[in-house]
Every structure is written in C-alpha cells, then in structure tokens.
C-alpha cells in the first residue's frame, strides 16, 4: 500500500507548493479540497491543512469537520490552517494591527519540539497574513515566536498535532524544509520511498495490470508529458502501444523529422503523419487567433482519429495530463473559467469509444522530468522548453502562409541555436519569436527595403502562469540580430520583447 500524506486544500496560492515539498522528501501526497475529505485509512501517515484566502472570522470560511484527523493522527496547520486550530478549538483569532506579512525571523525556537529539530536561531520565516492568533487553548504550547507574532508555531499537547502561522513551503522560509522534514519524516514515520524509479515500477506494473492485452493508441507532441507518457506505455505494453505524431506544418524547423527519428531511437511505435496541407489549407485567410486555434484543433482531431481508426481493436486512449491539471479540475472553488482547454488534444468521435488511460495524473511537472530522466529519456528532450500546441499560427501574427511559417522557421532556428551554442538556452524558461504583421523601412547596400519585423522573446517562470523576460546578453541579442537580418530575406529589423507576464502574455496572440 503506497503510504500518503492528505493536503487538505482551503485555496491558498501556496497548496501545490506544500505537496511539491513533500514529493521532493520522496513521499507521495495528494490534495483534496476541504469540503471532500477523503477516507482516513491506514495509507494515510498525516494530514496538513493548508493556507486560505479567507479569514477565519469570516462567516463562509471553511468548516471542515477534523474529528477523523485531530488527535489520531499526526496533523499540522500552516497559516490559515494554524488559525483554525486555535480560533475553533476555543483559542481566539484577530484582525492583526502590525504588518505581518514577507520576511521575519524566529527570535525564540523551542529547541526541544521535534518538529523545531534542527532550526537555528532567528531563522527567516515568510509571513502571509491580515489575521493573528491572540489567545490559545491551554493544551497548546508556543513553540516558536518572532519579535511582532507571538504564536509563530505551536504544539497541541497530548497529540501529534503542530502548527505554524508562517509558510514553511516557500523558498523564503530558509529552514522550512527542515520543518516539514520532521513532520513528515519524524513525526509522521513516512518511510521516504517515493522515487522516480519506484513510481516507474508501480506504474508499469499497475499499466500491465490495467491494460492487459489491450491496444492503446497515444498523440505525441515532442513535448516532455507525452513523451515521458509514450514511454512508460511502452515498457508496460510494448508494440499494444501506437503512438501518433502530426505534422501540422507548425512546428520549429526540422523538428519532425528529429522528434519522429527520437521516438523511432527509443522503440516507440510512431506513426508520423504528414498533415501539413490540410493545416494549412484549412487556416489560409485566417486572422484571428481563437479561429486559429480552433481549426488547428479540430483539424489535428480529424488528422488523429483517422489514424486512430486504423487501428485494429484499439481499447484505449493514453493521454499525458499531469496532476496540476487534475487539482484544477477539482480544486475548491470548482473548476476554474481559465482551465486551458485548449492545451489539451481534444477528445475522439463517441462511436470509437475509447477508454482514458493517464500514466502521469500523479505527477507535477518536475516529477515528469525525474520520471524521464530514471527511464533513460536523453536530457535534449526532457529539457525542452515548452511549445504552444498551436505552434507557429500563434507567433504569425495575421493570417497564415507557407512564405511566413518558412521565414519563421529560419528566424526561430538561429534565435534557440544561439542560445543552445551560447549556454543560454538552459538559462531560459521558453523562448521564441513572432513574426509581426507590420513592415518597416530599413536599407541595404544601396537600396532602400521593406520588409518584416520579429521580435525575439526569452522568458523565466517555473509554470507559464507568471513570467519575466530574460536579460539576455546585448552582446548576444547584437549577434542575434546581425545573423537574422543578414540571413533571413524578408526580415530587416528584430527587436525583443521586454514585457512581463501579467500584464502581457507569453505568446502574442
Ligand atoms: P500565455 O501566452 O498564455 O502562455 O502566457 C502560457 C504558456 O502556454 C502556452 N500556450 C499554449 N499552449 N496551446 C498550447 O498547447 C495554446 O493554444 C497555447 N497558448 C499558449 C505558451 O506557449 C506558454 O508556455
């Protein structure tokens, strides 16, 4: 039985955070949403009780009834978690008048609490709050304070049960993960064995069991989560695995035929489709970007189910959605209006009905890669920055044509090759560039021209969700330009994008 740890979420920015520290101790965990908390059975090693938005004085701030979890098993409070425990067990919460939020130190440790095990002295904590703990019920015990929040942590006496009003899960907190080590790993007994290796060994097993001799038929993209999905299908069902990789004239310069050749190298079954003319067929004329995206769509659904079809007697469909977006799907307040449909393949005709298999909906986006990386995935791969599904119809400003996709392709090769010869590329979270509707006057030699402009985009994030652009070298971005314009007709001017994500997107359209 795989030991766990239960998140319960209440909303906070922070919930994902909590359980991606907790996988990196190696130990599973999963959340759950306050108000469906599932069964405490023997798997389960501890729960924690994550931040909120909310305040604990609000009248619809969420109740969920412990009575399963508080005092039979390990259990710890962070943030609006911690205020919960003391303002509904009889202690009292308030409206805090100091600023009690971003860095603070922890001017008293009670040295001898196991979860403080290991916590110097004035240890910087991050602080996130608008209420404070004012009064406790007298089984609790302060076990850490900083010089303007007197109940920092405590501990409920006589159970196992620990609480924190800072965020132990973020990077700010310098000994955070020290704390939730001791929790987790002290208090809580988990024996540490959730690796990369053993999660590949269950899961093929599971695969096997599952899938038995069915056929499955997988999309790969050349991305990192279908990649990684393909091949952990294939060690559980080998040639019962058939995989489809679409051509839609989109994608970087040679980039099929490298990917299709990558996937033949690690005996993935790919069927390579050529479906570049129905793409562009279907988007001649075509400017707006939902349009775009939408024929893109419904084309690769055509383009894969009439491959699919040729499949004798297949069963199932193997996609690679990873946990993130299950947690969307189920988070507290509901699947969100923002949830990207669009990221995602789409589904079959109903007639094909087809079963949905998920190898990696357990998964964060870095456990991918681990995962990846411990089933011999080449790092080149595995460290690919990501690409729109839409590929190059998103960065061609206006409508689509073959002339355009061509002068793309070249301008983006020399921008990424740059800066995998830079060692920049490592550097970079996704870079790309766009080709804008717009000419502009520049000169060359003798004449005067009139031609396209490409802005070049580089940015740092760890999700897509926020993002800064990178400070490239101007002596990078120089020789960039330099080589574009001297290299490419058709382009005489690149600038680079200098926005930030919010207020400006990744992509342009
Ligand atoms: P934005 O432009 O929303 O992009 O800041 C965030 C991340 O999502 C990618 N992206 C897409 N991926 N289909 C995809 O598969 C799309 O339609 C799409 N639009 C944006 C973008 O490349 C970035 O990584």
């Given at each position: 039985m795989q030991e766990k740890i239960i998140i319960l979420d209440f909303g906070s920015q922070y919930t994902q955070l909590i359980a991606r520290r907790v996988r990196e101790i190696n130990v599973y965990c999963e959340i759950h949403p306050y108000h469906s908390i599932p069964e405490m059975d023997e798997s389960v090693k501890g729960v924690i009780l994550s931040g909120s938005?909310?305040?604990?004085?609000?009248?619809?701030s969420p109740k969920p009834n412990l009575d399963q979890i508080k005092g039979k098993m390990p259990l710890l409070g962070v943030c609006f978690g911690a205020q919960y425990l003391a303002h509904n067990y009889g202690g009292e919460v308030k409206a805090s008048n100091t600023r009690e939020y971003g860095r603070a130190n922890?001017?008293?440790?009670?040295?001898?609490?196991e979860l403080m095990t290991g916590v110097p002295d004035d240890s910087q904590v991050w602080m996130s709050h608008g209420d404070t703990i004012v009064n406790l019920p007298d089984s609790y015990k302060i076990i850490a304070s900083t010089a303007d929040v007197n109940v920092a942590a405590y501990k409920i006496e006589g159970e196992t049960t620990y609480a924190m009003q800072f965020h132990p899960e973020v990077y700010h907190s310098t000994d955070g993960a020290t704390i939730l080590h001791n929790f987790i790993v002290s208090i809580c007994g988990c024996s540490q064995d959730w690796t990369p290796s053993s999660f590949v060994e269950s899961t093929v097993d599971s695969l096997k069991k599952k899938l038995g001799d069915d056929k499955v038929v997988l999309g790969l993209s050349g991305g990192v989560d279908s990649t990684v999905a393909g091949v952990l299908l294939h060690k559980a069902i080998g040639d019962n695995l058939t995989c489809i990789f679409v051509d839609?004239?989109?994608?970087?310069?040679?980039e099929y035929d490298n990917v299709l050749d990558s996937y033949k190298h690690m005996g993935l079954n790919v069927i390579g489709v050529d479906a570049k003319k129905a793409f562009l067929d279907e988007l001649a004329g075509v400017s707006d970007p939902e349009t775009k995206r939408k024929i893109i769509g419904r084309v690769f659904i055509e383009t894969f189910d009439a491959e699919a079809s040729k499949i004798n007697g297949v069963k199932w469909l193997g996609q690679g959605t990873i946990y993130p977006d299950v947690i969307e799907s189920v988070s507290v307040n509901g699947p969100s209006a923002t949830i990207k449909s669009h990221h995602n393949v789409g589904g079959l005709p109903d007639d094909m009905e087809l079963k949905v298999v998920e190898p990696l909906n357990l998964l964060f986006k870095d456990e991918v890669r681990r995962v990846g990386k411990a089933m011999g995935i080449s790092p080149s791969l595995l460290g690919r920055h990501p690409f729109p599904g839409p590929g190059l119809a998103i960065r061609i400003l206006g409508d689509i044509t073959q002339e355009k996709v061509d002068i793309l392709q070249e301008v983006d090769h020399i921008f990424i090759q740059g800066l995998k010869d830079n060692d920049l590329y490592d550097e970079v979270w996704q870079a790309g560039v766009m080709l804008l509707p717009v000419n502009s006057v520049g000169v060359m030699g003798d004449e005067r021209t009139y031609e396209k402009v490409v802005a070049l985009r580089a940015v740092s994030s760890t999700d897509g969700m926020t993002a800064d652009w990178v400070h490239l070298p101007y002596e990078f971005l120089a020789k960039v330009s330099n080589d574009i314009i001297n290299k490419v007709k058709g382009v005489n001017r690149v600038v680079y994008d200098i926005s930030s994500k919010p207020p400006a997107t990744i992509e342009w359209e």
């Open positions: 938005p909310y305040s604990v004085r609000d009248e619809k922890l001017g008293f440790i009670d040295k001898d609490n839609n004239g989109l994608l970087r310069k040679n």
